[in-house]
């Protein structure tokens, strides 16, 4: 895949792993946004636990970054990453805590996508459980 392809699958892909930890944790933490009260963890009490702009909006950042080979365009690419979701503490939308959740929620999911990549550019070994048994699988890149 050229480079953009790239870019633009792993971020669709960190995305779609990030969704569901974002909606099961903006509910449960309960964090209220600054306008509606502190910034207390109340389970289920708000739904503002967890910054979605944050998440969604580091994602494509975070997944540059992690492919930038100089010291410098990796600092850039983090830099930027934080952007979208510091912008929200800056405009009394969330708490810095919910930015750094939603920040981590990104991180987590670039680096599984990243891990998962690099795993299957190696090749693998796994067992598929088969009706009667199971069947050891291994396949490589034929690069």
């Known amino acids: 895949m050229p480079e953009l392809e ?4 792993r971020s669709f892909r960190a ?3 990030a969704i569901p930890q974002h909606v099961v944790l903006r509910e449960v933490i309960g964090s209220a946004r600054p306008n509606e009260g502190p910034s207390d963890w109340d389970p289920f009490e708000f739904s503002a ?3 979605g702009h944050a998440v969604y909006g580091a994602i494509p950042f975070m997944v540059a970054a992690r492919e930038a080979e100089s010291f410098g365009g990796q ?4 830099s930027l990453s934080t952007m979208s979701g510091l912008s929200r503490v800056h405009r009394d939308r ?3 805590s919910q930015f750094i959740a939603g920040w981590g929620v990104a991180w987590s999911a670039t680096r599984v996508v990243k891990r998962v990549d690099e795993e299957r550019d190696a090749g693998a070994i796994s067992v598929v459980p088969m009706a009667d048994g199971a069947m050891i699988v291994a396949s490589w890149p034929l690069d």
């Open 15 to 17: 995305s779609l792993i």
């Open 94 to 96: 969330h708490y810095l």
């Open 75 to 78: 600092a850039l690419w983090w």
């Open 49 to 51: 636990g967890v910054s």
């Open 6 to 9: 790239t870019w633009a699958d």
